[in-house]
């Protein structure tokens, strides 16, 4: 048996601003789905992950009250 891919490290919380976990990036859609989709398309998914949670540890801009 082939072990599957995974980013998860186990911190799963979903950002409500972006719907992304803070833990590994993806989406609830893509954490549903993960076991389902080939090794190609977690692949692909988890090439984008890294750039996803630096956009998330961003601060948000601020804004004029």
């Not at 979903?14 to 389902?36: F, N, Q, V």
Request: with cysteine.
């Amino acid at each position: 048996m082939n072990r599957i891919s995974s980013p998860c490290i186990r911190v799963c919380t979903l950002d409500p601003e972006s719907g992304l976990c803070i833990g590994c990036g993806r989406t609830s859609e893509e954490i549903t789905r993960w076991y389902r989709l080939t090794e190609e398309q977690r692949l692909s998914i988890m090439a984008v992950l890294e750039e996803r949670l630096r956009r998330l540890a961003e601060p948000a801009p601020k804004r004029d009250a």
